[in-house]
């Protein structure tokens, strides 16, 4: 995620100091609706088999969660026509072997590309919300590492009648602040982690592997690469009353060792359970603020 362009030195210093200033409030900042983000695991790109079975990202993985009851996580991009297209890389050859880039072409030409080599094809965002129709909670990342704006508003856009539980999440502060400005009611998630091999100035890297520009895009909930948050921060966000879901669980084994840290797991290649007992009380500071 090349976030270098967008995170100015004057951005990252007061998104930074917001966030200090919010560390140093005493509890919650706002009671909240959001408890199913913690109440059943997420199926990372949908519930997919990791081959051209079911692949990632397709309306056969979406439906499987739903049949086994789990929420879903999807990516979202922004095709050069302006559509909501659901996929993950920026590239389309990982998962359809065509060198191109996705955002470059239009929806006409996404369309009938096949997933994987199998039957499904990427689908439009809008198509995913009439086939989960409210049935399971879902986590719609934003996919963007530039500026804000016509992805943020075109999904804006195709979400506003949507009647189900769902968050906006994404890497990039700048993209959720635009949702704090233009959408306030939707909840959002700030993603983190190690971003090892990422490149990233230093300074950038330190402020969002420590959270600090959370301050501008004040998350509900922070999403965080297991086995690279740290403790002291995680307690402090839990002190925010931030739900706090852990990525990417990808075994049995990295489940057990989310629960000690994490309210919630987004998983992939094993059956999942829910956590017994959420450890976040889960009022943070992104609900219509």
Do not use: C
Request: aromatic fraction near 12%.
């Amino acid at each position: 995620m090349a976030l270098d362009g967008t995170l100015k030195m004057k951005e990252g210093i007061e998104g930074a100091r917001q966030s200090v200033s919010l560390m140093a409030m005493d509890g919650p900042l706002r009671t909240d609706g959001i408890k199913w983000l913690v109440e059943v695991p997420f199926a990372h790109r949908g519930f997919h088999t990791g081959d051209g079975i079911i692949p990632e990202n397709s309306t056969a993985a979406f439906k499987r969660a739903i049949d086994y009851g789990y929420a879903i996580e999807l990516d979202v991009r922004l095709s050069s026509d302006g559509k909501v297209v659901v996929f993950h890389d920026k590239s389309l050859y990982r998962m359809t072997g065509i060198s191109k880039f996705i955002d470059d072409l239009t929806w006409e030409e996404i369309k009938h590309i096949k997933l994987l080599g199998s039957r499904y094809t990427i689908p439009l965002l809008e198509h995913v919300l009439k086939l989960v129709n409210g049935r399971v909670p879902m986590l719609i990342e934003v996919k963007n590492n530039g500026v804000p704006g016509p992805l943020e508003q075109a999904l804006i856009d195709v979400l506003r009648d949507y009647k189900g539980h769902f968050a906006v999440q994404s890497f990039n502060p700048l993209s959720l602040r635009y949702f704090k400005q233009n959408a306030p009611q939707i909840i959002r998630g700030q993603l983190s982690g190690s971003f090892k091999g990422e490149n990233l100035m230093f300074f950038n890297k330190f402020l969002l592997r420590y959270l600090l520009l959370n301050g501008l895009s004040k998350p509900s909930y922070v999403a965080y690469e297991i086995g690279y948050f740290p403790k002291w921060l995680a307690n402090l966000q839990r002190r925010m009353g931030i739900y706090l879901l852990g990525w990417t669980a990808k075994s049995p084994k990295d489940h057990e060792r989310a629960k000690g840290i994490y309210d919630n797991v987004i998983f992939e290649g094993y059956m999942a359970q829910p956590f017994k007992k959420p450890l976040s009380v889960g009022k943070g500071p992104g609900i219509l603020s």
